[in-house]
């Protein structure tokens, strides 16, 4: 019964070994997808490659329907699943902030790992930008405090906070994600071809 | 279809199918670990490991680092580190088996290669502080966070591309 | 538009509604009445005073016990380690995340044991899963563990082991070794240890981050 370690039926001494073996397969998928190169990364915002949405939307969408069907046929719980706290001000703020930081840089940490790990140059000057930023956050912590702990709502899922089913929301979801995909190949077709 | 060139190191999985990849990925990370996957993570770590290593009484003192430091265990000795370590030998396995690995700056025709390394470096910036406030970024929170349908991966998800996209064309000399 | 593609994003779709014809959630399945009468003909649910005391010695994480009296007998005298819900006061709001879960055996307790045999079939009845009801109450307890019965020369050795640790259990629970169990003063209410995870998110749930 899911999650194997939280329920002990795989021991806590695995947990590195196997936070290794997940990163190994997460690097390989990203950089097998082309993630690694930041112009492939872009072009889901200019229109010219839509690698971004179609993996992410797919990724997401598969790991939904799959998590609740685990939980439905009783080999997950859903409810012992790490859920991400909301903190409705500081994640706003932090998504905007990310949203430049990806326009900017052009990747966002996972990939600019693979980058990284490619020799790509701009990779490993964007993980050393992600390093500088964490230490100014860190050292700018004791004024920004208040506002990184404001808006706190819990652990929230989307089911405690408006009442629908996860069901409803995976179906929707992947029906969004469908859509969107078509959406793309229309766009993608009508945009200038980029060599990248 | 995606590929723009058929040069070999160009060959990329079909993107659905790396989706199909990833999604079964993060079923088998929730399912054996209860968590999703992260990738500042293992950075924080670093700089926690940095701080702590250089000034010590600093660290211990400060309401952000002390969260992290525990007496008799490294900072380091971290799920993420791990987990930050194997994505970087995972992508340069298969960077090498596709003969993709070497040292350039990747950039746009339009601008020099330093331009590319100064906005890269700006990038991360952002990405290092925005990341702190939302608790996550695109593959924590984005990622994981809305596979398990939780408010806070969909907020940050929906900031991170709707904010790019608003924008983007302000930056369009960037990249096209 | 290839074909393969709308021919797999037609399965994708599939795959994704199949998830509406799920029922609503696994546990809302009502408990049917021949279920239940089932369940209280199998006395399944019974666990008697022996068993309890060496859970409770043993110190059972998942063992979580329910006074169902009223409050002035809980504070009179009650088992270590147990909450009082009062058997009007069951399926207040407040309670239900105690009484709703799946983590711990719930072991209602009554003087003698109708009271809390109402309780089970109450929550039983809800669809609440591993509840139990004390054997005999708290009457039963007495008589056995509190001030366990020297058993006769005839009876076999089984009776005398058990008569053992019945008087090792009544030490344990604070009663002299001859004596009536009900103290001069009230007993020191016994802090609920556990941390109960409750149904919402805060607790027990694995550590995560980015």
Redesign the interface.
């Known amino acids: 019964m899911g999650p194997l370690t939280f329920n002990d039926i795989i021991s806590t001494e695995w947990n590195y070994v196997i936070a290794l073996i997940i990163g190994m397969a997460f690097g390989y998928i990203l950089e097998a997808s082309g993630f690694s190169s930041s112009r492939k990364l872009i072009g889901v915002f200019y229109g010219y490659d839509f690698v971004v949405l179609r993996v992410f939307f797919t990724a997401v969408s598969v790991a939904m329907i799959g998590l609740l069907y685990l939980d439905y046929f009783g080999f997950l719980n859903f409810s012992q699943l790490y859920v991400l706290p909301t903190y409705l001000n500081a994640q706003i703020l932090g998504a905007i902030i990310m949203g430049f930081g990806f326009l900017l840089g052009g990747f966002c940490p996972g990939t600019s790992l693979t980058a990284l790990a490619i020799g790509k140059i701009d990779g490993w000057v964007f993980t050393a930008g992600i390093w500088l930023g964490i230490f100014i956050f860190s050292e700018a912590f004791p004024l920004i405090e208040d506002f990184y702990n404001s808006g706190y709502l819990g652990y929230v899922t989307l089911m405690d906070q408006f009442g629908v089913s996860p069901y409803v929301v995976a179906f929707v979801f992947a029906l969004v994600a469908v859509s969107a995909f078509t959406v793309a190949s229309i766009v993608r077709r009508r945009v200038k071809d980029v060599q990248y | 279809m995606e590929y723009v060139n058929q040069d070999f190191k160009k060959v990329y999985w079909n993107p659905y199918f790396g989706g199909l990849m990833l999604g079964l990925l993060i079923i088998a990370t929730f399912y054996i670990t209860g968590r999703g996957v992260g990738a500042t993570g293992g950075t924080k770590s670093t700089v926690v490991a940095t701080v702590n290593a250089v000034a010590p009484e600093y660290a211990e003192e400060s309401d952000f680092y002390s969260k992290y430091l525990d007496e008799d265990q490294n900072p380091m000795k971290n799920w993420l580190v791990f987990e930050t370590l194997g994505i970087i030998i995972g992508a340069f396995i298969s960077g090498s088996i596709k003969g993709r690995v070497s040292f350039k700056t990747e950039h746009s025709p339009k601008i020099t290669a330093n331009k590319r390394l100064v906005f890269a470096l700006l990038g991360g910036l952002l990405f290092g502080i925005g990341s702190q406030f939302a608790r996550g970024c695109t593959s924590g929170a984005a990622l994981s966070g809305s596979a398990v349908l939780s408010l806070g991966g969909f907020i940050t998800m929906l900031g991170i591309f709707g904010t790019a996209y608003l924008f983007a064309y302000f930056f369009r000399k960037l990249w096209i | 538009?290839?074909k393969r593609?709308i021919i797999?994003?037609i399965v994708?779709?599939g795959?994704?509604?199949?998830?509406?014809t799920?029922p609503?959630t696994?546990e809302k399945t009502p408990v049917t009445p021949t279920e239940l009468l089932m369940d209280i003909h199998s006395n399944n649910r019974f666990i008697n005073s022996d068993q309890l005391a060496k859970r409770i010695i043993d110190g059972d994480p998942v063992l979580f016990l329910v006074d169902v009296r009223d409050k002035a007998e809980y504070d009179k005298y009650t088992l270590p380690g147990a909450i009082n819900i009062p058997f009007d006061q069951l399926l207040n709001d407040d309670w239900r995340g105690y009484l709703n879960q799946n983590v711990n055996d719930i072991v209602f307790f009554s003087n003698d044991d109708v009271l809390a045999e109402q309780a089970w079939v109450l929550c039983k009845q809800l669809g609440f899963k591993h509840l139990y009801v004390l054997d005999g109450g708290l009457n039963y307890w007495f008589e056995t563990i509190m001030q366990p019965k020297m058993p006769k020369a005839t009876e076999p050795t089984e009776a005398f082991d058990l008569y053992t640790f019945r008087e090792g259990a009544s030490i344990y629970f604070g009663a002299g070794s001859v004596a009536v169990p009900v103290p001069a003063e009230p007993k020191p209410k016994p802090q609920v240890k556990k941390t109960i995870p409750v149904?919402?998110?805060?607790k027990?749930?694995?550590?995560?981050?980015?």
């Not at chain 3, 795959?15 to 509406?20: F, S, T």
């Not at chain 3, 149904?199 to 805060?202: A, D």
């Open positions: 538009m290839k593609y797999l994003a994708f779709l795959i994704a509604a199949g998830l509406l799920l609503a696994v149904q919402k998110k805060v027990a749930s694995a550590e995560g981050g980015c």
